[in-house]
């Protein structure tokens, strides 16, 4: 069974860099038939896409977001990162690692970041 | 591409067929899925590729539609089925969700 575990600090003052990482279990972060890949959920504008990638593939990343966001892959530690730079409240939400294959899809618990000084 | 479900809001009582829909700004073949979330939960995968029920879902949740227009039918609710529901496409980039429709009990 799969299981993802999102964790970072739950508050981030504005302009600074937001960090999350997402611990993974029941797979390796480098089978290439996985897709991993962040989403947020804000409390009124609802789910976005953040990005996505794959060991050994390109990374895509929303075009709202590209050039704050960044998403690597760890093989050392099996966990996926998201580093989202000067953010705002714009940025408050609840924060989701999933994984997608063709055997199915699983997505983390979700951490709440606030945007707030 | 744009998603928009409706209604916003369904009330019905247990038993009952609960039919929501989805449409899209544009055509998304068939890359449709939708999602179900309850409070304090991450949403679950309910339906892949418009129909396909993914794995561990019960045979009362069936998705039809093409092109731009969709629905998810609960053939008949359970008390477990009153939830936020998601539509969501992946046929472009960047994958879009719907607003969502609450199903909530009369």
């Known amino acids: 069974q799969v299981y993802l575990q999102e964790s970072g600090p739950g508050l981030v003052k504005p302009s600074q860099t937001l960090s999350l990482t997402c611990s993974v279990s029941?797979?390796?972060?480098?089978?290439?038939?996985?897709?991993w890949s962040w989403i947020r959920q804000h409390p009124v504008e609802g789910l976005q896409y953040i990005g996505s990638t794959r060991y050994g593939g390109g990374t895509d990343y929303t075009p709202s977001l590209e050039g704050r966001v960044t998403i690597s892959i760890d093989t050392s530690k099996n966990h996926l990162s998201l580093r989202l730079t000067a953010v705002t409240a714009a940025d408050t939400a609840v924060y989701y690692c999933v994984t997608s294959s063709d055997w199915g899809e699983y997505w983390g618990q979700g951490t709440l970041v606030t945007v707030s000084s | 591409i744009v998603l928009t479900q409706s209604p916003a809001t369904l009330s019905l009582s247990p038993g009952e067929r609960a039919t929501l829909s989805c449409r899209a700004s544009?055509?998304?073949?068939?890359?449709l899925f939708w999602y179900q979330q309850k409070p304090g939960q991450a949403p679950r995968l309910l339906i892949s590729?418009?129909?396909s029920r993914a794995t561990g879902i019960p045979a009362r949740f069936s998705g039809f539609g093409s092109e731009t227009d969709f629905t998810l039918t609960i053939s008949s609710l359970e008390p477990e089925d009153f939830a936020l529901y998601y539509c969501?496409?992946?046929?472009?980039?960047?994958?879009?969700f719907g607003q969502g429709t609450r199903l909530e009990i009369k």
């Open positions: 029941g797979v390796s972060i480098n089978n290439r038939d996985y897709f």
């Open positions: 590729y418009t129909s």
């Open positions: 544009q055509s998304v073949t068939d890359s």
């Open positions: 969501r496409q992946r046929n472009e980039w960047p994958s879009t």
